[in-house]
């Protein structure tokens, strides 16, 4: 990253990212009525919006964490993935949505995927708060996204560059990297 990178402006400000959750919630609660889920969370970067999301979701819900890296500290995807944490529990049977904060160029979704395909949940969905289609270089359409936008390296609200930024509580971008 460039030393001289700044931090733009906000772009998703803390009550727009509460009301967009807040739906997602609802959406949810509703698709899966009586039934059991799993959230998956991808560590780091979705675990703000994890926590958040399963405030708003109103069924029986279990989590768990996944950490996996493809991109080391640059900005750019590196197209390899790697398992770094693996799930705690097994998800044979259960109706799984994995929890991720941003979908790029979706390389990390898509090997995600089909890796907790086989290990035959009852269901699995993608629940993305970002996503980035412009970017895409594989197939793969989450199932819920909180809000698409533009090809910028966004940091904010569990997003990061280098570790740092996570802690702000709305979602804006780095200029002049
Ligand atoms: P993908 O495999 O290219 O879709 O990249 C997905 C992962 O890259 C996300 O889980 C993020 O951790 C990271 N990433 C992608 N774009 C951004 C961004 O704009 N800001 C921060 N992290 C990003
Ligand atoms: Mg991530």
Redesign the pocket.
Known sequence: MDKTATLGQVMINEELLKQRTKELGKQISEDYKGEEILLIG?LK??VIFLSDLIREITLDTKIDFMAVT??GAS?K?SGV?RILKDLDSGIEDLNVIIV??????????HYLRDYLMGRKPKSLRICTLLD?PE?R?VDIAPDYVGFEIEN????GYG???DQKYRNLPYIT?LEGI
């Open positions: 991808i970067g979705a493809s991109y900005t995807s993935v991720e904060d941003i979908i790029d160029s979706g390389v990390t979704l980035k970017r270089e910028k390296f966004i940091v997003l990061d560059c971008c």
